[in-house]
T-cell receptor, first 112, second 113 residues
Framework: GEDVEQSLFLSVREGDSSVINCTYTDSSSTYLYWYKQEPGAGLQLLTY?????DMKQDQRLTVLLNKKDKHLSLRIADTQTGDSAIYFC????????????FGSGTRLSIRP | EAGVTQFPSHSVIEKGQTVTLRCDPISGHDNLYWYRRVMGKEIKFLLH????????ESGMPNNRFLAERTGGTYSTLKVQPAELEDSGVYFC???????????FGQGTRLTVV
């Protein structure tokens, strides 16, 4: 079946690193995504990784994929107040790339 | 360039009434998708249009929901009659080709009372 799970809340001190974790069940997933939703805004694609990759880095963002354990993580270095948002983990398959399966979202809050 | 726009941003209706949500995709995007997030849970796929044709409507919950995309431009999603469990945020997205980045609108928050 298709299921993406992530914890609901994460609180991090400003300047520290944030690590948001996600697990998925569908081993045929081809694309794995992280979306960000700021208050009152739509979903913004932050980054994505192909299932044949282990890691992808983009400035302060690092995505790690453990395909064996079906575990995806998003690390945000030097977390800032502007990083406060809900982060959605998602996956899709090449055969049905139009259908993205989302997790419930992790609300990241930043402490001063 | 304008992004995906959705109207209205908020809607509060009574149970049994009808509501129509509208989505204007990015110009030139043939692919249009509807998703919804109910009760703070995961965002779920509803359906996918390619131009005016329904490519995949496997996520539509029941026949109270009707999506249209006449002319292959904007799309509407009608809920008739609305039930309490239909409350949530309805997102629209569009992409140029299947498998390329889908750009999401800001969503319509629907509250059925």
């Amino acid at each position: 079946g298709e299921d993406v799970e992530q914890s609901l809340f994460l609180s991090v001190r400003e300047g520290d690193s944030s690590v948001i974790n996600c697990t998925y069940t569908d081993s045929s997933s081809t694309y794995l995504y992280w979306y960000k939703q700021e208050p009152g805004a739509g979903l913004q694609l932050l980054t994505y990784i192909f299932s044949n990759m282990d890691m992808k880095q983009d400035q302060r963002l690092t995505v790690l994929l453990n395909k064996k354990d079906k575990h995806l993580s998003l690390r945000i270095a030097d977390t800032q107040t502007g990083d406060s948002a809900i982060y959605f983990c998602a996956e899709s398959k090449r055969s049905s790339a139009s259908k993205i399966i989302f997790g419930s979202g992790t609300r990241l809050s930043i402490r001063p | 360039e304008a992004g995906v726009t959705q109207f209205p941003s908020h809607s509060v209706i009574e149970k049994g009434q009808t509501v129509t949500l509208r989505c204007d995709p990015i110009s030139g995007h043939d692919n249009l998708y509807w998703y919804r997030r109910v009760m703070g849970k995961e965002i779920k796929f509803l359906l996918h249009f390619v131009k005016e044709s329904k490519q995949d409507e496997s996520g539509m919950p029941n026949n109270r929901f009707l999506a249209e995309r006449t002319g292959g431009t904007y799309s509407t999603l009608k809920v008739q009659p609305a039930e309490l469990e239909d409350s949530g945020v309805y997102f629209c997205a569009s992409s140029q080709k299947v498998g390329t980045e889908a750009f999401f609108g800001q969503g319509t928050r629907l509250t059925v009372v």
